[in-house]
């Protein structure tokens, strides 16, 4: 049984709220649907800015005294620097240790750079490897090992021996033989 | 007899015959209904589109309000950047100046200090026992020395030492362990020389 266009005509004539209505639906599900995919991509699009806000809220926040402690690190390196051998200032090098010799009162006996460094590490330093032997009292051997550890180079100690001096008349002598390294750059 | 009392049934009524033809047209007679069929032909539609309208205006609203905090979450990020990227240029250099403070703190501590090690086997050392020779390694040291007195004496004293070197608070933070490596009597100085080999603890691996 088809409705006639009259009949449509005549029932939307007699019920035009109604009609009305069911037309408003329609146009708002229509609107729903079209726009049905703008509330979550906002709200992606707002959790993606939220997190990036955090994060760079987060930078700001915790760079609060950033700048102070850089400005202590770099001087901290400033001051390692100064305290960096050379690898290539042997003479200098040889100096330091007779200079350490010196101010504790023991002899060296030998010393020598025994190899080139190796490449640069990661911080740009190398370690400078030397051979040292030094003579004297205990306590002037152990000053010397001190003045070594704390003194203005970096030093590493690899190996150590510490032996009586053979045939010594006095019979308090000691050497101590080092191999070590110090800290420098290339 | 009093049958004219009784209530006449609808049946009664279907029953009677009409007496005149029904000419009423019931599409054009008024609804007399209690609830009119138009109110819910109007009223359903209506409550319907209202009901989506509410529905669809929430949901712009909320729409509307995500966008305002999408400005205002922008504007704070446009505010934090220029600051951030500050401090990540200045973080980046702190990194780069830590790796070096790092790497010369490794540097030093990466091996014992031998005047401490000296020092401490000098501090712990019995009066008869001398020490000729310590040899400082990468896995640990080695004593050499001799012992006065009797040999049987001289055993007991290097077995004291030994005992001594382990339970040593101080050489307990960086020694494993502490063995006898040899222990003979020497005829010419009467004396018994000694070997001692105090094993370093492993360094601890990299995580």
């Given at each position: 049984?088809?409705?006639?266009?009259?009949?449509?005509?005549?029932?939307?004539?007699?019920?035009?709220?109604?009609?009305?209505?069911?037309?408003?639906?329609?146009?708002?599900?229509?609107?729903?649907?079209?726009?049905?995919?703008?509330?979550?991509?906002?709200?992606?699009e707002l959790e993606q800015l939220t997190n990036e806000g955090a994060r760079l809220s987060d930078n700001v926040k915790n760079s609060a005294?950033l700048k102070?402690?850089?400005?202590?690190?770099?001087?901290?390196?400033?001051?390692?620097?100064?305290?960096?051998?050379?690898?290539?200032?042997?003479?200098?090098?040889?100096?330091?240790?007779?200079?350490?010799?010196?101010?504790?009162?023991?002899?060296?006996?030998?010393?020598?750079?025994?190899?080139?460094?190796?490449?640069?590490?990661?911080?740009?330093?190398?370690?400078?490897?030397?051979?040292?032997?030094?003579?004297?009292?205990?306590?002037?051997?152990?000053?010397?090992?001190?003045?070594?550890?704390?003194?203005?180079?970096?030093?590493?100690?690899?190996?150590?021996?510490?032996?009586?001096?053979?045939?010594?008349?006095?019979?308090?002598?000691?050497?101590?033989?080092?191999?070590?390294?110090?800290?420098?750059?290339? | 007899?009093?049958?004219?009392?009784?209530?006449?049934?609808?049946?009664?009524?279907?029953?009677?015959?009409?007496?005149?033809?029904?000419?009423?047209?019931?599409?054009?007679?008024?609804?007399?209904?209690?609830?009119?069929?138009?109110?819910?032909?109007?009223?359903?539609?209506?409550?319907?589109?209202?009901?989506?309208?509410?529905?669809?205006?929430?949901?712009?609203?909320?729409?509307?309000?995500l966008n305002g905090q999408l400005v205002a979450t922008q504007m704070q990020i446009d505010a934090d950047r220029p600051a951030s990227t500050q401090a990540v240029q200045q973080y980046?250099?702190?990194?780069?100046?830590?790796?070096?403070?790092?790497?010369?703190?490794?540097?030093?501590?990466?091996?014992?200090?031998?005047?401490?090690?000296?020092?401490?086997?000098?501090?712990?050392?019995?009066?008869?026992?001398?020490?000729?020779?310590?040899?400082?390694?990468?896995?640990?040291?080695?004593?050499?020395?001799?012992?006065?007195?009797?040999?049987?004496?001289?055993?007991?004293?290097?077995?004291?030492?030994?005992?001594?070197?382990?339970?040593?608070?101080?050489?307990?933070?960086?020694?494993?362990?502490?063995?006898?490596?040899?222990?003979?009597?020497?005829?010419?100085?009467?004396?018994?020389?000694?070997?001692?080999?105090?094993?370093?603890?492993?360094?601890?691996?990299?995580?």
């Amino acid at each position: 049984m088809a409705i006639t266009n009259e009949q449509l005509f005549a029932f939307i004539r007699k019920n035009p709220i109604g009609v009305g209505c069911g037309v408003i639906s329609l146009a708002i599900v229509g609107a729903m649907y079209f726009r049905s995919g703008n509330l979550p991509a906002v709200e992606l699009e707002l959790e993606q800015l939220t997190n990036e806000g955090a994060r760079l809220s987060d930078n700001v926040k915790n760079s609060a005294l950033l700048k102070e402690q850089l400005e202590e690190l770099t001087a901290a390196n400033a001051a390692i620097d100064g305290r960096l051998v050379s690898a290539r200032g042997r003479f200098d090098n040889q100096r330091y240790f007779t200079t350490l010799a010196e101010a504790s009162g023991a002899a060296i006996v030998s010393q020598s750079q025994t190899a080139e460094p190796k490449n640069a590490s990661k911080g740009g330093f190398v370690n400078v490897p030397f051979n040292v032997a030094v003579q004297g009292t205990y306590p002037q051997v152990m000053d010397f090992l001190r003045r070594l550890e704390y003194g203005e180079h970096f030093a590493r100690v690899n190996y150590s021996s510490v032996s009586k001096v053979p045939n010594d008349t006095a019979r308090d002598n000691v050497i101590v033989t080092l191999n070590l390294e110090l800290l420098g750059r290339p | 007899m009093l049958s004219f009392l009784k209530k006449k049934t609808d049946s009664d009524a279907v029953q009677a015959p009409a007496w005149h033809p029904n000419f009423r047209n019931y599409e054009r007679l008024p609804d007399i209904k209690v609830v009119r069929t138009a109110f819910f032909v109007n009223g359903a539609p209506a409550f319907v589109a209202i009901v989506l309208a509410v529905y669809l205006g929430m949901r712009e609203y909320e729409l509307f309000s995500l966008n305002g905090q999408l400005v205002a979450t922008q504007m704070q990020i446009d505010a934090d950047r220029p600051a951030s990227t500050q401090a990540v240029q200045q973080y980046r250099k702190f990194q780069e100046q830590e790796v070096r403070v790092k790497e010369v703190d490794a540097f030093l501590v990466s091996k014992a200090l031998p005047s401490s090690l000296l020092q401490r086997f000098a501090d712990t050392r019995p009066e008869d026992i001398a020490l000729d020779q310590v040899d400082i390694r990468e896995n640990g040291i080695t004593l050499r020395g001799s012992i006065r007195g009797d040999t049987q004496e001289a055993y007991a004293q290097a077995s004291s030492y030994i005992e001594i070197l382990r339970n040593d608070a101080v050489l307990q933070e960086s020694i494993e362990d502490v063995n006898a490596v040899s222990a003979n009597p020497n005829p010419t100085t009467g004396r018994v020389s000694f070997e001692i080999f105090v094993r370093f603890k492993a360094p601890a691996a990299k995580k």
